[in-house]
């Protein structure tokens, strides 16, 4: 989106607006911020599944970049959409962080529980890491 774009918006000047190029930056943004809740997800649940699993290796660091993916996504779902979008693709983000564990621990992904052991508002408050 232009620098035009943007303050003819702030000056109330649809009219001169190019909507079509506005609706595809506003799409691409939301398909950014939607990969990004997505990836976030993946991560943290990656690194509590591993902090369940393997109790022997927790490390002040790893509680560390537990509570920076918990800060992270609580910062993008202050969106009302982004946390209806979170709760959507929590499934899916379990399912890909439960191979990237077993990847990153060497256990089988049957090691871990076949569904998602966290909601997403107890994901986000802790406890753990």
């Known amino acids: 989106m232009s ?17 079509l190029h506005l609706s595809e930056y506003l799409n691409d943004m939301a398909q950014r911020d939607r990969r990004e809740v997505k990836n976030r997800l ?20 790893w509680r560390s970049k537990i509570r920076m993916q918990r800060w992270q996504l609580r910062d993008l779902l202050e969106s009302a959409t982004l946390y209806r979008h979170a709760g959507a693709v929590l499934a ?38």
């Open 3 to 19: 620098f035009k774009t943007s303050s003819l918006a702030a000056a109330g000047r649809r009219d001169e607006l190019d909507l």
């Open 42 to 61: 993946v991560k943290l649940l990656s690194h509590l599944l591993r902090w369940d699993h393997l109790p022997g290796r927790r490390t002040g660091l």
């Open 92 to 129: 899916d983000a379990y399912a890909a962080a439960r191979q990237e564990a077993a990847a990153q621990t060497g256990l089988p992904p049957d090691a871990f529980p076949a569904a998602c052991p966290w909601g997403l508002d107890g994901l986000l408050a802790g406890p753990g890491g």
